[in-house]
């Protein structure tokens, strides 16, 4: 588990309680530069946020552009703009709930779908030639030009 965040006790807790300290491993937040080697390693990326506010209701997290340039597909909430993304491009799924034996079946249903899994990793280079900054800043620019 790279990075941290407010669960970030609660996990370390409930590994310790596990006896799971020689299965998981916590790596603390990392520059963007090391963080794409840890990315690009991963099987699946998830960043499943619960919809407990405006700010994550609507949000575009970082770690969804990681994901999809370092090609590997994602398993998401179906927050708005994460689903809009996900579907559009097919790179992922969702899960329903953030029940952990249902996040753990998702999990493994799509490890287990080598083709879909492919598919989804074949998508992210569509995604990633899409969704960047040089489109990204046209749309930027559009919108001040009538205010320059």
Avoid: C
Wanted: net charge negative.
């Amino acid at each position: 588990i790279v990075g941290g965040g407010d669960v970030l006790p609660l996990l370390k807790k409930k590994v310790t309680d596990l006896s799971l300290q020689n299965k998981v491993l916590f790596v603390p937040r990392q520059t963007p530069e090391n963080l794409a080697g840890y990315t690009a390693n991963a099987d699946i990326g998830l960043t499943i946020d619960k919809d407990t506010n405006i700010n994550y209701r609507f949000s575009l997290p970082n770690k969804l552009f990681d994901y999809i340039y370092a090609g590997v597909p994602v398993l998401a909430t179906p927050l708005v703009e994460l689903k809009n993304i996900i579907e559009t491009y097919e790179i992922g799924d969702f899960i329903e709930n953030h029940d952990p034996e249902h996040i753990a079946g998702k999990i493994k249903n799509m490890l287990a779908d080598e083709n879909k899994l492919a598919m989804y990793k074949a998508n992210t280079q569509k995604a990633a030639t899409e969704l960047n900054w040089e489109n990204e800043k046209k749309t930027l620019i559009e919108i001040f030009t009538p205010y320059a």
